[in-house]
């Protein structure tokens, strides 16, 4: 079982459609990251969020964090075929971090 | 541009061969670490470290040692190969720890296939 879930697993939407995809644990953490690895590459980090209920926007990328701060959901408006790839969340249990399996996203044109 | 750099993107190896993956940093960051990605499972840690010559074992460490030797360089040995150990390997580098964590630096990764 992991630490973190994701979902979905996978995602497949035509460009302009919006989208929402979900990290899920039984665990609280002090903050939680976003990150986004494209074919070849390793994860690029892309927001921490820190405070329970927290909401933080990177262009049109929207994250929130759980009040509980054991959950978090990024939203993603008008998506593009730029934003393809697999977005994976990690949190901190104790001194390493942990990552969630990701949701493989794909933006048809 | 800040950079963490693996030695090899592509590497095939024989079964019972001794691996070395090489990972060199240029932040002065204290922390590394070694992680396997494979398809449906994520990134699993392997083994990290918080200074020179201390290592810590992650989720996985059966299989593999490490060794940090210097700051900027944390090497992940494989004993002796297995096809089980066929994956996508990403090493990372961070500063500060807990709340104080400004994420990860992530390399390209070194895909090995172990035949």
């Known amino acids: 079982t992991q630490l973190l879930e994701q979902s979905p697993q996978f995602l497949s939407i035509q460009e302009g459609e919006n989208l929402t995809v979900y990290c899920n644990s039984s665990?609280?953490?002090?903050?939680l990251q976003w990150y986004r690895q494209e074919p070849g590459e390793g994860p690029v980090l892309l927001v921490t969020?820190?405070?329970?209920?927290e909401v933080k926007k990177l262009k049109r990328l929207t994250f929130q964090f759980g009040d509980a701060r054991k959950d978090s959901s990024l939203h993603i408006t008008a998506a593009q075929p730029g934003d393809t790839g697999l977005y994976l969340c990690a949190g901190a249990p104790g001194f390493d971090m942990r990552f969630g399996a990701g949701t493989r996203l794909t933006v048809k044109p | 541009d800040v950079k963490v750099t693996q030695s090899s993107r592509y590497l095939v190896k024989r079964t019972g061969e001794k691996v070395f993956l090489e990972c060199v940093q240029d932040m002065d960051h204290e922390n590394m670490f070694w992680y396997r990605q494979d398809p449906g499972l994520g990134l699993r840690l392997i083994y990290f470290s918080y200074d020179v010559k201390m290592k810590e074992k992650g989720d996985i460490p059966e299989g593999y040692s490490v060794s940090r030797e210097k700051k900027e360089r944390f090497s992940l040995i494989l004993e002796s190969a297995s096809t089980n150990q066929t994956s996508m390997y990403l090493c990372?580098?961070?500063?500060?720890?807990?709340?104080?964590?400004?994420?990860?630096?992530f390399g390209s990764g070194t895909r090995l296939t172990v035949v």
């Open positions: 969020v820190v405070t329970g209920g």
């Open positions: 665990s609280v953490f002090s903050s």
């Open positions: 990372a580098s961070s500063l500060g720890q807990g709340l104080l964590n400004y994420g990860y630096t």
